[in-house]
């Protein structure tokens, strides 16, 4: 009995989702970011519901350094997009924070315009856990925000860690947010995060900082200019923005266009989109093999990596003598 | 009888390459190369005694796109280097081969003075297989090669695929190769190498191509300058050289020797060397799982992967439903 009220609770939830209905869409999103093994199941009945209705939006990851205005950016920009009619979900990662009922009051702080926004909804990094189990639920939730019926998905990162690499896997586009700094430097942009960018928008474009905004596209520019496009359809542009003064985000939200546009006539992004489930498959098989090695041999594998360590075995030698313990010979 | 006449050739060819002698330095890389079980087994018992005299090289990566004249830097840099009193061994990586023995002679044929200097050893990539497996016979051939005595150990990849990544994560110093194209622009560096690289050698600075190498020399370190740093320990450095007239080889020796320095002191090489090991570690078992997993249910792997293409599966349930039917509930 249990089993099946909760399996249709699973599948009455997504037919909220699926109507748009805000609760629904919360009260799932909790769902699946819970661990109880009763709403794994939930959880399962829900997707298998909704995933019909995912894929519509356009999947925006959006990055930059602490100081480049990405809440502000977030702010300005959502608030201009709803103006043009539609719908906006804004999702965060942040694998550090451990934020707990207060984090939601948090993120909807910092763009306090956007969270009253009756077109927006505004949704926090899920909190706690490693990258993947956080990168996992925020990447399921783009699917309910899709299901949901929101035009635009922006997941933003706090750049922490490998978390650029992990939200570019899961969107369309890739959106760097850059300011000038103090002087004509770039405020630091984090190392190999420059060629993930589909899109690179230098913020703060205005007053003072206009000429070492100018500068700063110019530098970024010349970078991008050394490295090869991510595809044969795009080529990496460059924007200047003034978040505090609405300038720019039109002729933005016009190159996300134009990238949709070509990805899409070229079949581009639908195979992006596939590859990107296909690794993300593989990832959970990844952890999911990994945690039954950690189950079933812990200790073993801790000191495997002891003798690793310490130079007595090569990762090859340990790794196979490892496995052959806990699996037989292969 | 058979098991121990074998792990003791093993051992015998052990005291051959850590002798220094090149015959059973040769004998012993083939032996690693071979998928043999019964060879792996040699090899384990290889890899047993020599571990102890490992690690005394400078292990050096080196890349850059084709035309950057790889070949004849290695040529002028290792000859430069022998010239010195040192000792050098050439490494290739480059998954993509299928080359049988013919290739030794490519390989000695495009490095011919080098090939013939006795202080130089030069090994062509393994053939065939995947990134994974070529990657992790060239790692245990760098460890050949050191317990053998070379002072420098240099992996060269043809930059194809994934394969500087995997080069830089077996190495202390990641040089990148570049050099002036026809016009000012720089010759094609893929996407994501250029953070890689603790120093960029811009080649071919000699005649009508100087200027534009040094107006590339220029580019790359603003590029550089956008990037933070790998290490505090250490900031990307420029030179500039031509293989060709031998020029610009001792500042290269030079820049190579303050990192190691810098990077020894603060004890930073260790712990890279020791991340590098664990993360050999971690992927040679992943490759394990992935093989049990293949071995056990090739058949639902494939079926899992479609059901996620169709998007009919999310890839979290995709791959719980496999690894439960394949290990039980976890």
């Known amino acids: 009995m249990r089993q099946r009220r909760e399996t249709a609770s699973g599948a009455a939830l997504a037919e909220g989702v699926i109507a748009g209905d805000r609760r629904a869409l919360a009260k799932a999103i909790t769902l699946i970011e819970s661990a109880r093994p009763e709403d794994v199941a939930d959880a399962e009945a829900l997707f298998q519901r909704i995933l ?9 990851g959006l990055s930059g350094p602490p100081g480049a205005g990405k809440s502000t950016f977030i702010e300005a920009f959502g608030r201009y997009l ?17 934020r707990s009922g207060g984090s939601i009051l948090g993120d909807k702080t910092r763009m306090e ?3 009253r926004d009756p077109k927006a909804f505004i949704r926090p990094s899920p909190s706690g856990g490693s990258l993947g189990g956080v990168a996992r639920r925020t990447h399921e939730t783009v699917l309910l925000v899709e299901a949901a019926g929101f035009d635009v998905v922006i ?3 706090v750049g922490v860690g490998q978390s650029e690499t992990a939200v570019a896997d899961m969107v ?16 630091g942009i984090k190392r190999g995060i420059m060629e993930l960018a589909d899109l690179v928008v230098v913020n703060k474009a205005d007053g003072d ?19 090869r496009p991510k595809t044969p359809y795009w080529t990496a542009e460059i924007a200047l923005a003034s978040a505090l003064k609405g300038e720019g985000l039109p002729a933005i939200w016009e190159a996300i266009g134009r990238y949709r546009e070509a990805m ?5 992004l639908a195979a992006l989109r596939n590859e990107q489930r296909l690794s993300w498959f593989r990832s959970e098989l990844h952890e999911g093999l990994d945690g039954a090695l950690a189950a079933r041999a812990g200790e073993a ?16 030698t340990a790794a196979r003598q490892l496995l052959e313990a806990v699996f037989g010979k292969m």
Chains 1, 2 share one sequence.
């Open 52 to 60: 019909p209705k995912t894929g519509g939006a356009i999947r925006l």
């Open 82 to 98: 709803t103006g043009q009619g539609l719908t906006v979900a804004v999702l965060a990662i942040d694998p550090s924070s451990r």
């Open 113 to 115: 315009q956007l969270a």
């Open 155 to 157: 997941v933003e990162t």
């Open 172 to 187: 369309d586009m890739f959106v760097l947010l850059a300011s000038p700094g103090a002087g004509d430097d770039l405020q």
């Open 209 to 227: 900082l206009l000429p070492a905004a100018r500068r700063a596209a110019s530098d970024i520019q010349s970078a991008l200019h050394l490295m």
């Open 264 to 268: 899409d006539k070229s079949g581009a």
């Open 301 to 316: 594998v801790a000191k495997a990596e002891a003798e690793v360590k310490a130079g007595r075995l090569t990762p090859a």
